[in-house]
């Protein structure tokens, strides 16, 4: 009873102007909690960015502005205030907008790293291959240079044997074969009957080095005249190099020579001397 | 006695109008809106630095409209509309940071791509001597 008649008092002109600041004070809490229109756009690509890793990577202090700016875009504004509110929005976009290029652009950048370690490691993996390459080169030249090496000491080591076969000697002028008079008949230059191994042999080397130049020496001993002698040792020569010629010998590589008793390798006192001396060498010259 | 006064009441009077006026007076002159050179500067400045990294060529929109929000900020100004002239200057130097920034995304962007051609010419180079071998 006593609040009541505490109330009684108040006046219905009182209670009119408390109503209407009261419906005042409402709406104007109403317009404090609306955004400005467009402000959810904004809002909806700033947390697009924000959402995507690589511009949180990349544009982490541009969203952070971007950021401040929605949020002031955000802030109610009254009624009368269109112009700011589109102001703050317009801004609020084009800072998310340069957020976004910047992020794009440290991206590329980031990507433009990547893209020439690629090709450093596209041009290191050619240098390793050339490098492999030339290293192969090197070792098959080596080796054909060993084969070349090994293959001469080969034909080396077979031309020596040849050379031992035809109990041939080395000298300046090169080897010399020396076929004993058993060739021949006494005062005869025809060669005897059947096959001489000594011969065979000259023919299979001279074969086998078809490069190399013979010169074919007849000698006597001194029994008889010079001339007999000459011409004698002459046609002893002779007769070995038609007998190599028919044995397919290019005869453009025998030359021939009689030097008589000249040019004895033993004494002609004793028989056995002049038997040495009664012989027909032949003369491999040595490779130019 | 009462003439002296009346007089001295007057001349009181008179001298609190002066004194308002002046106030009033000073009080206009305070309140008499500044051109926003600071902004308008800045403005200019990054419209400038736009135009310097080529923005014509890579953002050409977004520096049209820097130099339009600059040109209607200078035209707010002449209209003595000084906070709107801010605002104006402000926009444009937020349009012309964007149009140095899709500028630099562009140039950026043409970078990799002639990278990427040539990383792919010396990879297929390779493939060839690879083949070849």
Do not use: W
């Amino acid at each position: 009873m006593k609040i009541l008649s505490f109330l009684k008092p108040v006046s219905h002109k009182k209670i009119t102007i408390a109503l209407v600041l009261s419906s005042a004070l409402l709406a104007a809490c109403a317009m404090s909690t609306t955004s400005p229109d467009g402000s959810e756009d904004v809002r909806g690509k700033l947390v697009a960015l924000q959402q995507n890793p690589d511009m949180r990577t990349h544009a982490r202090v541009e969203l952070r502005d971007a950021e401040a700016a929605v949020l002031l875009a955000e802030q109610p504004l009254g009624s009368g205030e269109v112009a700011l509110a589109d102001y703050r929005i317009y801004m609020a976009d084009r800072m998310v907008e340069i957020a976004r290029a910047k992020g794009q652009t440290r991206l590329l950048e980031a990507e433009r790293v990547q893209l020439s370690e690629q090709r450093d490691a596209a041009r290191l993996a050619a240098r390793t291959r050339e490098a492999n390459q030339a290293r192969a080169d090197a070792k098959s030249a080596r080796s054909s240079q060993q084969n070349a090496a090994a293959l001469s000491a080969r034909e080396a080591e077979e031309m020596q044997q040849q050379i031992d076969d035809l109990e041939a000697k080395a000298t300046e002028r090169g080897l010399v074969l020396t076929l004993g008079d058993v060739l021949f008949a006494t005062g005869s230059a025809e060669l005897q009957g059947g096959t001489n191994q000594n011969l065979e042999k000259l023919v299979n080397f001279l074969k086998q080095y078809p490069d190399r130049q013979s010169l074919i020496e007849g000698h006597t001993d001194n029994v008889g005249s010079a001339i007999f002698n000459e011409t004698l040792s002459r046609q002893r020569a002779e007769s070995v190099r038609r007998f190599l010629i028919n044995r397919g010998v290019d005869s453009g590589r025998l030359s021939v020579s009689g030097y008589g008793f000249e040019r004895p390798v033993a004494s002609n006192d004793s028989a056995m001397g002049r038997q040495q001396n009664r012989r027909v060498e032949v003369i491999i010259e040595n490779r130019q | 006695m009462k003439k002296h006064t009346i007089r001295q009441a007057a001349e009181r009077c008179s001298f609190f109008i002066t004194v308002l006026l002046t106030t009033l007076t000073l009080a206009a002159c305070a309140s008499a809106p500044l051109p926003p050179t600071e902004s308008l500067n800045m403005a200019s400045d990054a419209i400038a630095n736009a135009e310097q990294a080529q923005a014509r060529r890579y953002a050409g929109a977004e520096l049209e409209e820097a130099n339009r929000y600059l040109e209607n900020a200078n035209k707010a100004v002449e209209a003595e509309k000084m906070s709107e002239a801010d605002r104006l200057a402000k926009q444009a130097r937020v349009a012309a940071e964007l149009a140095m920034a899709r500028t630099e995304v562009a140039k950026a962007a043409a970078i990799n791509r002639e990278m990427g051609r040539s990383a792919k010419a010396l990879d297929e180079e390779l493939q060839r001597q690879g083949d070849q071998q």
